[in-house]
């Protein structure tokens, strides 16, 4: 049974900072590539960050220069910094279990933590 348990979300305003965390459990480890999505009312729910088994990271251009993942895979934890947060990155915020493609895209599995919402007022 996998489970992957993301936790950290909360109520900010705009320009601070939160820190999601992702532990994985069950069959997920060191061997899968990790990502966060985010899901917002009335929008599809979009790739934010991705991180393979080697440490290699890939951002969405929105979040770029903003959004920091990482990954412990001692711990099987992943990890999303979120600073200078804005109005529009509201949302509810999912970690992903899947595998990096050779081309360097990510391909998800359907493998998800049950989502932590993240609020920013402006």
């Known amino acids: 049974q996998v489970q992957l348990v993301d936790s950290g979300g909360g109520l900010v305003q705009a320009g601070e900072s939160l820190r999601l965390s992702c532990a994985a459990s069950?069959?997920?480890?060191?061997?899968?590539?990790m990502a966060w999505y985010r899901q917002a009312p009335g929008k599809r729910r979009e790739l934010v960050a991705s991180?393979?088994?080697?440490?290699?990271?890939n951002y969405a251009d929105f979040v770029k220069g903003r959004f920091t993942i990482s990954r412990d895979n001692a711990k099987n934890t992943v990890y999303l910094q979120m600073n200078s947060l804005k109005p529009e990155d509201t949302a509810v915020y999912y970690c992903?279990?899947?595998?990096?493609?050779?081309?360097?895209?990510?391909?998800?599995?359907?493998?998800w933590g049950q989502g932590t919402q993240v609020t920013v007022s402006s």
């Open positions: 992903n279990a899947g595998e990096s493609l050779p081309s360097g895209s990510y391909y998800s599995y359907n493998y």
């Open positions: 069950g069959t997920i480890s060191s061997r899968n590539a």
């Open positions: 991180i393979t088994t080697r440490g290699t990271t």
